[in-house]
């Protein structure tokens, strides 16, 4: 595949885009290569002629969000939604527990709260009592220091993060 320079008149957005693309193809030999010098050469240019998008193949349905829409079409009036991790109300609205409501009080009214970001790993406090309620306060590899925690963003996301550590 050949390389195309930008000139400084090329628009950031197209230098940016080039960039990206000479990544991603980078020791690629195959067909769609002319394709893609033609887009390196003014990425941002396709959009009007159509999408540099069209060619990508569509990923395979989330069955979580699929048991939604199932929810959803069922009409028995005792379906119970099993694909969200969330309570709703008889509407399907987001249902908020009273004593969630009561501790958002609590965090709300206290006035020596920090209101920075966490470090890195979490709230460590959070961490450690979550490893206490997990494993057990009696916990020999709590006692022997063998556990560590992180808090990480919800669902997927700390599955992601947990697998890609464990890999």
Same mark, same amino acid.
């Given at each position: ?16 885009? @080039? ?7 980078? @020791? ?133 993060? @947990? ?5």
């Amino acid at each position: 595949m050949k390389t195309t320079e930008f000139s400084s008149s090329s628009s950031p957005s197209d230098r940016r885009v @080039g960039a990206l693309l000479r990544h991603l193809t980078a @020791g690629t030999d195959s067909p769609s290569t002319d394709r893609l010098s033609s887009v390196i050469a003014s990425p941002t240019s396709e959009v009007s002629s159509g999408s540099v998008f069209a060619h990508l193949v569509q990923a395979p349905e989330d069955p979580i969000l699929g048991m939604t829409i199932a929810y959803n079409k069922d009409p028995s009036p005792i379906k119970l939604n099993l694909g969200i991790g969330a309570y709703r109300t008889e509407e399907g609205k987001p249902l908020v527990l009273n004593v969630v409501r009561k501790a958002e009080q609590q965090l709300i009214n206290d006035s020596s709260r920090v209101k920075e970001y966490l470090p890195i790993v979490g709230l460590v406090e959070f961490n450690k009592l979550s490893a206490k309620l997990i494993l057990g306060a009696d916990s020999p590899a709590i006692r022997e220091n063998r556990v560590t925690t992180v808090e990480c963003l919800s669902g997927t996301g700390s599955l992601r993060v @947990g697998g890609e550590v464990l890999a």
